[in-house]
C-alpha cells in the first residue's frame, strides 16, 4: 500500500513530513518513506561505514562522503535527503542533489545489511524517483562500481542506462542515469 503525501518536498528540505507508506503481504513491516532529519545522521552514517567496509572503501564523512557527514541537513544544491524505516529504525538512506535545473544526482544510498533483499532499497528508490518527477526532473545520474552488483542490477531494473567509465579520481567507476522525460514524467 502507498500513502504518498503531499509536501513532500518541502518535507524533504525541513524534515517534517512522512512521504510514503508501503508494505507487502510475507514482506515483514511496512517500511516508512520519510524527509531525512539531523538525529538520524549517526545511524546512517553506520549503516554507510559498514557497507563501504564491505567493498573495501572506507568512508570519509569530512571530505569524499561529506553529504553523509551533514546528513540530515539539506544545504545549498541539496533536493531531498530520504530515509526508510522499519519498525521506527532507520535502515535506508539516500541523497538527492541538484546538478543542473531538472537534473539531479542520487547518492549516499545505502542499506542496512540486516534488511538488504527485502525490497527496501526498491521502495526508497521508488520513493526517489517519484520525488524527482513531482519536482519536474529530466533525468538523474548517479556513480558506481560493478562490484556492487545488486545495486546494479536494481538501478537497470528501473532503466538506468550505464554512461561513461570515471576515472580513479572519482570515487567510483560507472555512471549510470535514469531519463524521466519531457517535465519529468516517466
Not at 521502495?123 to 548517479?142: H, K, M, N
Not at 556492487?148 to 580513479?168: D, H, I, K, Q
Request: net charge positive; hydrophobic share 45%; with cysteine.
Amino acid at each position: 500500500m502507498s500513502a504518498a503525501m503531499n509536501g513532500a518536498q518541502n518535507g524533504a528540505r525541513n524534515g517534517a513530513k512522512n512521504i510514503a507508506m508501503r508494505g507487502e503481504p510475507g514482506r515483514g513491516a511496512p517500511v516508512l518513506v520519510r524527509a531525512a532529519r539531523p538525529d538520524d545522521r549517526a545511524r546512517v552514517q553506520m549503516i554507510a561505514s559498514v557497507a563501504m567496509r564491505e567493498f573495501g572503501i572506507e568512508a570519509d564523512f569530512d571530505e569524499l562522503d561529506r553529504e553523509l557527514g551533514r546528513f540530515g541537513d539539506v544545504g545549498p544544491g541539496g533536493a531531498a535527503q530520504l530515509v526508510a524505516l522499519r519498525d521506527g529504525v532507520v535502515v535506508a538512506s539516500l541523497i538527492l542533489s541538484r546538478t543542473g535545473p531538472r537534473a539531479l544526482k542520487l547518492s549516499a544510498f545505502y542499506v542496512d545489511g540486516a534488511v538488504r533483499g527485502k525490497g527496501i532499497g526498491r521502495i526508497l528508490l521508488q520513493e526517489a524517483i517519484a520525488f524527482a518527477t513531482r519536482d519536474g526532473c529530466a533525468s538523474i545520474y548517479l556513480e558506481t562500481w560493478d562490484r556492487m552488483a545488486a545495486a546494479v542490477s536494481l538501478y537497470t531494473s528501473f532503466g538506468w542506462r550505464r554512461g561513461e567509465r570515471l576515472p580513479a579520481s572519482s570515487g567510483a567507476e560507472w555512471s549510470f542515469v535514469l531519463e524521466l522525460g519531457a517535465g519529468g514524467a516517466a
